[in-house]
């Protein structure tokens, strides 16, 4: 059973930054893709960012590139967010997925195991 847990967020003033983990374990397949979405209230849930599972590949939203980089601690199974220059508009639950497969998925429905999110707070 693959499981997810987030962690690291929290509330920052604009402009701040914070750093998320999303920590795996469970997984039996070795090629595969993490995404970041959030969710805002009342808001559908989107994409943030993605990476392989290598680490070689990485995919962002426009709204958050150049702010936010995606890494991975493969002796970990940990996926890192690195979110910097936070506006209130970022502010969401954070979620983290993973598609059994070599893409950085775009759309929800290309993952198959999330998190629970963790709540991101920006005040302006």
């Known amino acids: 059973q693959v499981q997810l847990v987030e962690s690291g967020g929290g509330f920052v003033q604009t402009g701040g930054s914070l750093s998320l983990s999303c920590v795996i374990s469970?997984?039996?397949?070795?090629?595969?893709?993490v995404g970041w979405f959030r969710q805002a209230p009342g808001k559908d849930r989107e994409f943030v960012a993605a990476i392989s599972s290598g680490g070689s590949d990485s995919r962002y939203s426009d709204s958050v590139k150049g702010r936010f980089a995606v890494s991975i601690e493969n002796t970990k199974n940990t996926v890192y967010l690195q979110m910097n220059s936070l506006k209130p508009e970022d502010t969401a639950v954070y979620l983290c997925?993973?598609?059994?497969?070599?893409?950085?998925?775009?759309?929800?429905?290309?993952?198959?195991?999330w998190g629970q999110g963790t709540q991101v707070t920006v005040s302006s």
């Open positions: 469970g997984r039996t397949f070795s090629t595969y893709s």
């Open positions: 997925a993973v598609d059994p497969g070599p893409g950085l998925g775009y759309y929800i429905s290309e993952y198959d195991y």
